[in-house]
């Protein structure tokens, strides 16, 4: 029985013609130096951080270059598929405007023309390679139950040997093309191996971008390619589609970096070029001084919906994923203030081979920064759009007014040195809702006084400030040199300097009356510019807050 004959037995309605496939999905016409990349998540649920990190490097990588970035979903094992996982998965890369050129759209429908870009519609392609290999007398049927791998195992365990489907262990690579025929005609179930050519004493070199030259032992296993259920292993599958979608560059989890030498070898036993790898290592995190994987389960900030849900801005987010990507971002952005992500040019060279370390505090910081420099209309409407998800009371008081709003967001923006009390868009209401009536009349208020906490010397103040020096249209000096009037009448230094050369000729200074006025318009002592939040809330809000005070502390 020839080859030919056999592969008909085993796959009797599989073409095994795969240059079909060759001319079906031709050498992209792309720049020598573009990078077509990939995202390609298994369909388990939602993407968390280290794959949205991964994706985001993917996507870069392709833009710097002018390159292709797509997405496949590897749906091969379908005992763990998940319903309405793609949708997940493709929502979450848009939420993080992460674009695809290419891919899955959502459960059914995909773009660009290397598809279909989900595995369980390329079943047939598999097979057809498959079959190609069968027929080159590269692969072959293995008609071992699972205890009898089992079996092998724990021999190997005993005897001290490597685990696998390999040399003399490998019981079906010895079978005749008749005993293999017999088996099938006899109704056995089986699955098919690569005829690894491979010599575990030799040893292979291999480059990886982020983790440089590699040296492995040869492959020798006979790995599965083919699956009882006529679908293939996660190798195979890689092979077929990277080579297929004309895939430049994989970059993917060091989990994988065990596996390169058979997937070097499989390209190699096809005579395909391979591509250029690179081993992304988990982002880690540290606690109590040590060291381990940021983890779904104990950190919340690895799932995604943390970011959206505390309201940290897109950008602010890859700001921050490019600093744990390439160590010398930070200093670039830095250095080039007027300059965007899309600016940097990323480098794999540039990455962690040993894993970037996850700081929430500083990715709080990026925030910050990021915020800071953003104008009110941006910030009302990166806002709006967060409160519309996550707060329907201050959605709904944002949108009422939204020009109302943005001057109460451009208080002290907008300036060389803006404020910066923003991390993100969920601290905002807590820091602004003095500044809306309606969320102020619902708001409990409780007033921590300082330096002046008499209450009838803070009535005075609030008093004399309302009869005597509270004039609406003052300007920002009027209105300072009031304060100070103010200050001087109730015996207070009109300078902070006055009262320090002479405490004892004071009660106190300017500062203490201020902080007065404050306190009691806001609740806080510590606000942006009082003259701006004043001239915002408008005389009759002013006047009924301070009114309001001094009936209920009388
Ligand atoms: N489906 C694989 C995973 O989720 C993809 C790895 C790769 O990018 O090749 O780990």
């Keep these: 029985m020839t080859n030919k004959e056999l592969a008909d037995l085993l796959l009797p309605n599989v073409d095994s013609d795969i240059t079909k496939y060759e001319n079906m999905y031709p050498e992209r016409n792309l720049d020598e130096k573009a990078i077509v990349t990939r995202f390609a998540p298994s369909p388990t649920g939602f993407v968390h951080m280290g794959s949205l990190f991964q994706s985001f490097i993917s996507r870069k990588a392709a833009s710097d270059t002018n390159g292709v970035f797509f997405l496949r979903v590897e749906d091969t094992d379908q005992k763990r598929l998940v319903e309405n996982s793609v949708k997940g998965i493709v929502d979450d890369l848009k939420n993080f405007e992460i674009d695809i050129d290419e891919g899955m759209i959502n459960e059914e429908e995909e773009k660009g023309a290397y598809g279909p870009y989900i595995q369980s519609k390329r079943k047939e392609i598999y097979q057809s390679f498959v079959k190609y290999l069968l027929e080159q007398g590269k692969a072959y049927p293995c008609f071992c139950s699972a205890e009898e791998i089992e079996e092998t195992r724990l021999l190997q365990e005993k005897r001290k040997q490597r685990i696998g489907y390999y040399g003399r262990f490998a019981k079906c690579r010895k079978l005749t093309p008749e005993q293999i025929k017999e088996k099938v005609e006899a109704g056995e179930s089986y699955i098919i191996r690569l005829k690894s050519h491979g010599d575990f004493e030799h040893k292979i070199k291999a480059h990886d971008l982020i983790k440089g030259a590699l040296e492995f032992p040869e492959n020798d296993l006979d790995v599965v390619i083919l699956k009882t259920d006529g679908l293939p292993t996660y190798h195979f599958a890689h092979l077929v589609d990277d080579h297929l979608m004309r895939t430049t560059h994989v970059i993917r989890g060091d989990e ?78 830095d250095c080039n203030k007027d300059k965007t992500l899309n600016d940097f040019p990323f480098d794999f060279k540039k990455m962690s081979s040993s894993g970037g370390l996850f700081d929430v505090e500083k990715l709080m910081n990026i925030s910050k920064n990021y915020i800071s420099r953003l104008s009110a209309k941006q910030v009302y409407d990166g806002l709006v759009a967060w409160a519309k998800v996550h707060d329907e009371e201050f959605y709904q008081t944002l949108i009422a007014n939204p020009e109302y709003a943005t001057s109460v967001f451009n208080i002290e923006r907008e300036q060389k040195k803006p404020r910066k009390d923003y991390s993100c868009y969920s601290d905002i209401r807590e820091l602004s809702w003095y500044m809306f009536p309606d969320l102020y009349d619902k708001h409990d208020k409780e007033y921590v006084f300082q330096t002046i906490s008499d209450k009838q010397e803070i009535a005075n103040v609030l008093t004399l400030y309302m009869e005597k020096y509270y004039h609406e249209e003052d300007t920002k000096e009027e209105w300072f040199d009031h304060m100070k009037d103010l200050a001087q009448e109730l015996g207070y230094a009109r300078e902070v300097k006055e009262y320090k050369e002479n405490p004892d000729a004071y009660k106190g200074h300017i500062g203490d009356i201020s902080l007065v006025l404050r306190i009691v318009l806001t609740t806080k002592s510590m606000t942006p510019d009082l003259y701006d939040i004043m001239r915002l809330l408008g005389k009759d809000t002013i006047f009924e807050r301070y009114h309001s005070w001094i009936e209920g502390n009388q």
């Design 256 to 333: 994988w970096l065990s596996s390169l030498p058979l997937h070097l070898q499989l390209f190699e036993t096809f005579g395909f070029k391979t591509p250029k790898y690179a081993h992304i290592s988990p982002i880690m995190k540290e606690e109590n001084g040590i060291k381990r994987k940021l983890s779904k389960r104990k950190d919340p900030e690895a799932a995604v919906s943390f970011y959206h849900e505390k309201g940290i801005p897109v950008e602010a987010v890859k700001l921050y994923l490019m600093t744990l990507a390439n160590t010398n971002f930070e200093q670039w952005y």
